[in-house]
């Protein structure tokens, strides 16, 4: 047994006159309210400040019932349940409201005195940190939303809807490119989601903490976008800011920038790209101090760059720096498999978007969806989508609220098209024809079959392999 275990025992009291004489002379200070009572609820020490929000000199309070002094207190209850209350509301005999711990401090399995503090003093100060509390995190979360919009990756693979065989290569493929540290090309038609794959790529890299800094590379005339990209020093030109402009690539240092459309981007711009690609390092506009960048490059183009570099507008040695880790998007009209699900998803996000319930999309129109051939792909069907909620009166998009050219396809006449295998074209007309007679018949399968005089197992199958 150890001298102190000894001597409290000897003393047969916890709390000591030498303990509380210390114990006073650390928490007196203190402007918290703090009290001790032994393990009858009596008060063995308690601060002035304590003893003063009570009304009372602390001398008068040393050694009562704690009871005697607050009727409402709870303390004998918690030393006999042994369990702590923490940040409970108390209301004071004296009308006071405060916030209170009380605590039973326990040892071999009996309670030896108990602690208490008062948190807020009154219950309006609570309210009022908590309110400032809220208010900050609601700031926050709108700042860091707003950060992340203006220098962020919002996208991330799971956000990319598609489990088509096509679409699972193509994320297989950008996973893989994530974790390197090449630049990227993304190739693919419009609105196949090439900005998409370039935010999540950014998500999943060792990258994803610094900026993902966009620039649309055809929408800013060529004469500005090289002070965009590099920005430019003080008085660089008349009109300059004063105190010169911060670059894109200097924006997005240790993250990765994304060049949108750079089969757009002029000649001359592309040598100083080319540049930066090299060294890692460009001048400011009118500036000849050399800044040194680390960041990846993220380029995407619905254009064929190889054309481009044959026609000779766009450079060779460019197009080869660039296309070392390629993936190429494939359109809708290759995936139909997709059109279902991202269909669905996107009514979800645009009717909450547009503050109207439409949930269903019905049969017919999910049919005549997945026969449109998409040339303007995933965007044409968001486009699509959007203006159909909006003309829907109930819950369910009905084909009247598809454009006609989608509603009045007709079978597409493969010969219009480039030569292709004849088991393809064979499958596209069957394809076609089947998902023209479930409109038909109103997603009907037994109508279906007999119409096309094949077994209704055979439609089955069909449906299956065609997704329809
Ligand atoms: N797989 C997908 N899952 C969900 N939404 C998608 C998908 N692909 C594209 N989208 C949506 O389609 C729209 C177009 O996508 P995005 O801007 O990434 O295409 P893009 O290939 O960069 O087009 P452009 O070449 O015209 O710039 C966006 O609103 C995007 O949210």
Known sequence: MKASEHHLHKTDSFITDYLVATLEKLFDPIPVPIILVDDQARIKMINSVFASYLGYEKEQLIGKHVADVDKNTRFPYVLKSKKSEIAWKHRFENGHTAIVHRIPVVEDGDVKFGFGMVLFQDLEEFKDIIKEN??????????????????????????????????????????????THSNVLLLGESGTGKELFAHAIHNDSRRTHHPFVKVN?????????????????????????????????????????????????????????????????FEKVGDNKPITIDIRVIAATNKNLRELVNEGTFREDLYYRLNVMTIELPPLRERRGDIKDL?????????????????????????????????????????????????????????????????????????????????EIIEEAERVAISRCLTYTNGNKLKTAKLLHISRSSLYDKIEKYDL
């Open 134 to 179: 809220k208010l900050l995190e609601t700031e926050l979360i709108h700042i860091k939303k707003q950060l992340k919009k203006l220098y962020g990756a919002t996208y991330s693979w799971e956000t990319i809807i598609g489990d088509s065989e096509k679409m699972i290569q193509v994320k297989y493929m950008g996973r893989k490119v994530a974790q």
């Open 217 to 281: 590379c055809a929408a800013i005339p060529s004469n500005l976008l090289e002070s965009e990209l590099f920005g430019y020093a003080e008085g660089a030109f008349t009109g300059a800011r004063k105190g010169g402009k911060i670059g894109k690539f200097e924006l997005a240092n240790g993250g990765s920038i994304f060049l949108d459309e750079i089969g757009d981007m002029h000649m001359d711009m592309q040598v100083k790209l080319l540049r930066v690609l090299q060294e890692r390092e």
């Open 343 to 423: 269909a669905r998803l996107l009514v979800n996000k645009l009717s909450n978007q547009l503050g109207k319930y439409v949930t269903t999309i019905s049969q017919e129109t999910m049919q005549y969806l997945k026969n449109y051939d998409w040339p303007g792909n995933v965007r044409e069907l968001e486009n699509i989508l959007e203006r159909a909620i909006n003309l829907t009166e109930g819950d369910t998009i009905l084909p009247m609220h598809l454009p006609s050219y989608i509603t009045s396809q007709k079978v597409r006449h493969v010969s219009d098209g480039p030569i292709q295998a004849l088991n």
